[in-house]
């Protein structure tokens, strides 16, 4: 089944029972708690805090969704993304547990023919209920799981709306791995639907895991997370997200580009699908209107335009890389989000301008790491210091994670502590004397504005709050 189908038939089945359709937000989430839209309730928090007073009970939407936590997992698991469309369902204050199960159940086996036998249900550890509707439904007591706080109370990973959760996983069979439920390998048993009982409210506390449950929900809703990427790879039989009809145009762009066929196992993999699937990234938060900076979402931005280009490298691309393989991306996908071929023009300029700029140095910086790399081992070392790190980020535009990630390939470790020190001494001495900097900064963010402003805007809602986020040392 083709992704468009796949779309379709989501949407389909839950307005024809009574849910609104409401279009994706952008990526620039209008909420100050969150730098990126991670999941489709976002836009509807509000909503569910009781904050609005939702204008219609139900709701249904595909929303574009950015996750740069899991950027280490691409090309290494089958299943993660830094950017996919989340397909939900949510009920505000109207059904709850045992309808969002059963119009999930029914999707699932009817709308989509996934067979019974290959779906694993996951509950939260001390929800009874869950578990009995799941029964009911003829799901086998050998087929449900409990799981903890870590798995199965789903909350934004910021300060707000959360409850226990309900999951529904695949088993893709034991060529992916071990036997034994989403409990036991996530590889084999893919997870692919969310079902969010939203009941609770979640404060700040210093990590994510330390949120303390600060009080009740006014009412209770569901909101409810269908990875398309993660169906479409099961439903086409493709091995993992890279390789759906999603991003299989961009992959084989790249292997054009890299003279080479797309291997399917090993490091090469990895680099061929952190490549594709990095450009689909840049090119939707670029149409969402993130620019390239040196923090905020314009640094996320700039993190994976970066390590895609070094990902080319490894695969023998010397050419630029970003260009072609975000035309292909906006050629894809273009007739599904408009947004992104009203903003091509804009999508090649910045990505052409930040390739070029890192090329530049890119040579460079590889040989002084593989330099430092050498001199490490040598010295019986398995840490890379910080200098090193912090010269290659402040003179090659090294965003640390890749000094981190080329290291960890070499069985190295970096000193991030010492790196945060310099990092805090040079931001220092900037708020005092860094004029230089400040108008070379400001110059390249004004050259972007202009870029920004010559082509056609289409919903291009986040520059103003983009422009204030960019703090320039
Ligand atoms: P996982 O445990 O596999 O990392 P998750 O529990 O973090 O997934 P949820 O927050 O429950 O994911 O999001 C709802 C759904 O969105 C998931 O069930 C999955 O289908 C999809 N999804 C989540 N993260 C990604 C990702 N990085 N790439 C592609 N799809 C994803
Ligand atoms: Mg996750
Ligand atoms: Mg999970
Ligand atoms: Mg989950």
Redesign the pocket.
Same mark, same amino acid.
């Given at each position: 089944m083709r992704s468009t189908r796949i779309r379709q038939t989501f949407t389909d089945f839950f307005v024809s029972r009574g849910h609104q359709p409401v279009p994706s937000s952008s990526l620039i989430p209008d909420d100050p708690t969150l730098l990126l839209a991670n999941?489709g309730m976002n836009q509807f928090k509000p909503y569910l805090l009781g904050e609005t007073a939702p204008p219609f009970p139900r709701a249904t939407s595909i929303q574009k969704c950015a996750?740069t936590s *899991?950027i280490d997992q691409v090309g290494r698991t089958n299943?993660?993304?830094t950017f996919?469309e989340?397909m939900g369902n949510f009920s505000f204050g109207d059904y709850f547990k045992e309808d969002a199960a059963a119009f999930a159940w029914e999707l699932m086996t009817e709308g989509y023919g996934l067979e019974k036998e290959r779906l694993w249900i996951t509950v939260f550890e001390d929800d009874d209920e869950a578990e009995r509707i799941w029964r009911r439904i003829g799901v086998p007591a050998g087929r449900i799981q409990r799981l903890g706080m870590e798995d199965n109370y789903?909350s934004m990973g910021v300060p707000g709306p959360s409850g226990p959760s309900s $999951?529904i996983s695949y088993d893709r069979g034991p060529g992916f791995g071990e036997e034994g439920g989403p409990a036991v390998d996530?590889e084999r048993y893919i $997870?692919?639907?969310?079902l969010v009982f939203m009941q609770t409210v979640r404060g700040e506390g210093p990590a994510k895991k330390d949120y303390p449950i600060v009080g009740e929900l006014p009412s209770r809703s569901i909101d409810t997370?269908?990875?398309l *990427?993660?169906l479409a790879a099961v439903l086409q039989g493709a091995e993992n997200?890279c390789t759906t009809d999603l991003l299989l145009p961009t992959l084989n762009t790249v292997q054009e580009l890299a003279g080479r066929e797309y291997p399917g196992e090993g490091e090469e993999k990895v680099s061929f699908q952190v490549v594709a699937e990095h450009a689909r990234s840049a090119a939707f938060l670029i149409a969402d209107g993130v620019l390239p900076a040196k923090d905020g979402r314009g640094y996320i931005l700039r993190r994976l335009m970066r390590r895609a280009v070094r990902h080319a490298r490894l695969l023998g691309i010397t050419g630029p890389v970003l260009p072609a393989a975000t035309a292909s991306v906006v050629a894809n996908l273009g007739d599904v989000w408009p947004e992104l071929t009203g903003r091509a023009g804009l999508i090649e300029q910045v990505v052409t301008a930040e390739e070029e700029s890192f090329a530049r140095t890119l040579a460079q910086g590889t040989r002084l790491l593989d330099a430092a790399i050498t001199r490490t081992r040598e010295g019986r070392s398995v840490t890379l210091a910080g200098e090193t790190a912090f010269e290659l980020a402040d003179t090659y535009g090294f965003p640390l994670e890749l000094t981190v990630e080329a290291a960890r390939d070499a069985g190295l470790t970096v000193d991030e502590d010492r790196f945060g020190t310099l990092l805090d001494e040079q931001r220092r001495r900037a708020k005092t004397g860094g004029k230089a900097k400040t108008a070379e900064a400001l110059k390249r963010l004004e050259a972007y504005r202009e870029l920004a402003a010559r082509v056609p805007r289409t919903e291009f809602v986040g520059y103003d709050s983009l422009i204030a986020e960019t703090t320039v040392t």
């Amino acid at each position: 089944m083709r992704s468009t189908r796949i779309r379709q038939t989501f949407t389909d089945f839950f307005v024809s029972r009574g849910h609104q359709p409401v279009p994706s937000s952008s990526l620039i989430p209008d909420d100050p708690t969150l730098l990126l839209a991670n999941a489709g309730m976002n836009q509807f928090k509000p909503y569910l805090l009781g904050e609005t007073a939702p204008p219609f009970p139900r709701a249904t939407s595909i929303q574009k969704c950015a996750r740069t936590s *899991d950027i280490d997992q691409v090309g290494r698991t089958n299943r993660h993304a830094t950017f996919f469309e989340m397909m939900g369902n949510f009920s505000f204050g109207d059904y709850f547990k045992e309808d969002a199960a059963a119009f999930a159940w029914e999707l699932m086996t009817e709308g989509y023919g996934l067979e019974k036998e290959r779906l694993w249900i996951t509950v939260f550890e001390d929800d009874d209920e869950a578990e009995r509707i799941w029964r009911r439904i003829g799901v086998p007591a050998g087929r449900i799981q409990r799981l903890g706080m870590e798995d199965n109370y789903w909350s934004m990973g910021v300060p707000g709306p959360s409850g226990p959760s309900s $999951e529904i996983s695949y088993d893709r069979g034991p060529g992916f791995g071990e036997e034994g439920g989403p409990a036991v390998d996530g590889e084999r048993y893919i $997870e692919l639907w969310n079902l969010v009982f939203m009941q609770t409210v979640r404060g700040e506390g210093p990590a994510k895991k330390d949120y303390p449950i600060v009080g009740e929900l006014p009412s209770r809703s569901i909101d409810t997370g269908l990875g398309l *990427d993660r169906l479409a790879a099961v439903l086409q039989g493709a091995e993992n997200v890279c390789t759906t009809d999603l991003l299989l145009p961009t992959l084989n762009t790249v292997q054009e580009l890299a003279g080479r066929e797309y291997p399917g196992e090993g490091e090469e993999k990895v680099s061929f699908q952190v490549v594709a699937e990095h450009a689909r990234s840049a090119a939707f938060l670029i149409a969402d209107g993130v620019l390239p900076a040196k923090d905020g979402r314009g640094y996320i931005l700039r993190r994976l335009m970066r390590r895609a280009v070094r990902h080319a490298r490894l695969l023998g691309i010397t050419g630029p890389v970003l260009p072609a393989a975000t035309a292909s991306v906006v050629a894809n996908l273009g007739d599904v989000w408009p947004e992104l071929t009203g903003r091509a023009g804009l999508i090649e300029q910045v990505v052409t301008a930040e390739e070029e700029s890192f090329a530049r140095t890119l040579a460079q910086g590889t040989r002084l790491l593989d330099a430092a790399i050498t001199r490490t081992r040598e010295g019986r070392s398995v840490t890379l210091a910080g200098e090193t790190a912090f010269e290659l980020a402040d003179t090659y535009g090294f965003p640390l994670e890749l000094t981190v990630e080329a290291a960890r390939d070499a069985g190295l470790t970096v000193d991030e502590d010492r790196f945060g020190t310099l990092l805090d001494e040079q931001r220092r001495r900037a708020k005092t004397g860094g004029k230089a900097k400040t108008a070379e900064a400001l110059k390249r963010l004004e050259a972007y504005r202009e870029l920004a402003a010559r082509v056609p805007r289409t919903e291009f809602v986040g520059y103003d709050s983009l422009i204030a986020e960019t703090t320039v040392t």
